[in-house]
């Protein structure tokens, strides 16, 4: 982000100073904020970093299961890009899970401090973390190892909890695709009427039973 000039800036102290000195942030940065008192750029730090390494732990616990599921971790990785899940962190580092390498952008270590850092400012401001400190842990179990490599190695610590399913048998593909013109469709709730208008709009027929006649 720092070459490319996209850098966010997170500054608190001097009002006055950070207006004087804005025009420069612009040019290094896609955003900057100004936050009040000094030590508040350094807790939205904190709480950002909290985030993001809790996200990423649910991420790689989700991928751990996939894995010991004997699901596709790739095209687990492709559901989440195209649904409400989606998001730069998945992209960036769901590569790392599916390859199991962790070519360093943010070290692991650096990423367990920032919770640990993230857990005492709960505790200074009486706001329990309980997600955090699960996530605190599963850093923790992968420091010793790949503390120096990226945060995305966090998986290995879930993988080292996990036992991997048999593989089960590739189905051989048919040798002729058909497309089922006519479907059978059951309820026309919330979801189930708009799915049935899309295959209504690709001209199949579709015939339907719901539970009350008005839909």
């Known amino acids: ?21 804005t025009p420069q942030l612009e040019v290094m940065g896609k955003a ?13 730090k904190l709480v ?5 390494g809790t996200l990423l732990v649910s991420v790689c616990e989700g991928a751990a299961l996939a894995e010991a599921s004997a699901l596709s971790q790739s095209q687990l990785v492709e559901v989440l890009s195209l649904g409400a899940m989606a998001c730069p962190l998945i ?11 962790y070519d ?18 709960g505790d200074a401001v009486g706001q329990g973390l309980p997600i955090c400190a699960v996530a605190n842990e599963c850093f923790v179990r992968a420091r010793p ?9 966090v998986y290995e610590a879930m993988m080292s909890q996990a036992t991997v399913a048999p593989k089960l048998a590739p189905t051989t593909p048919a040798s002729e695709t058909t497309t089922t013109r006519e479907v059978g469709f059951l309820g026309l ?10 295959l209504l709009k690709a001209g199949m027929t579709v015939v339907v039973w719901n539970r009350s006649s008005a839909k």
């Open 1 to 21: 982000p720092a070459a490319q000039g996209a850098l966010i800036f997170l500054a608190a102290g001097d009002e006055d100073v950070f207006r004087a000195v």
């Open 145 to 153: 190892v790949h503390g120096d490599d990226d945060f995305s190695a």
């Open 91 to 101: 992209a960036l580092k769901g590569p790392n899970i599916l390859k199991r390498t």
């Open 32 to 44: 900057s904020f100004f936050l009040g008192e000094i030590g508040a750029g350094s807790r939205m």
């Open 104 to 121: 360093t952008h943010f070290p692991l270590k650096h990423a367990q401090k920032d919770l640990r850092f993230a857990l005492a400012l």
């Open 48 to 52: 950002v970093n909290m985030l993001m």
């Open 189 to 198: 709730g919330i979801m189930g009427s708009g799915m049935a208008a899309c």
